[in-house]
């Protein structure tokens, strides 16, 4: 059974920052590419960013409004991705839910190429 945990949400002030960890099991972390997606509340879940599986080129994308602010990474041999969170502001609150997907790199964004996700976890900015 596949399963993908995230941890470290909670509630930070405007401009500060947060580290998420997505640990999974049951699938061969390498093998796929590990995205985050985020949902506010009335929004649809969008994209935030992934983590390309080594053998793709593990390279990283980010959605526009948090390049250059969030930073993906992995650790294939504890099967663990962290994304991490900078200058955050009242619009990066959300949930914020790790996925794993096996998709070719055209279609990564895609919330419907991700097989497995996480359960959430919440992120709350305010002043």
């Known amino acids: 059974q596949v399963t993908l945990t995230e941890s470290g949400g909670g509630w930070v002030q405007t401009g500060g920052s947060l580290t998420l960890s997505c640990a999974a099991s049951?699938?061969?972390?390498?093998?796929?590419?590990m995205g985050w997606f985020r949902q506010a509340p009335g929004e649809e879940r969008e994209f935030v960013g992934v983590?390309?599986?080594?053998?793709?080129?593990?390279?990283?994308f980010y959605e526009d409004s948090v390049k250059g602010r969030f930073v993906i990474s992995r650790d294939n041999a504890n099967k663990i991705s962290t994304l991490q969170m900078n200058n955050l502001t009242a619009e990066d609150t959300a949930v914020y839910y790790c996925?794993?997907?096996?998709?070719?790199?055209?279609?990564?964004?895609?919330?419907?190429?991700?097989?497995?996700w996480g359960q959430g976890t919440q992120v709350t900015v305010s002043s």
């Open positions: 983590s390309i599986r080594p053998g793709s080129g593990g390279r990283t």
């Open positions: 996925a794993s997907s096996q998709a070719a790199l055209s279609a990564v964004r895609l919330l419907y190429m991700y097989k497995t």
């Open positions: 049951g699938l061969n972390f390498r093998d796929y590419h």
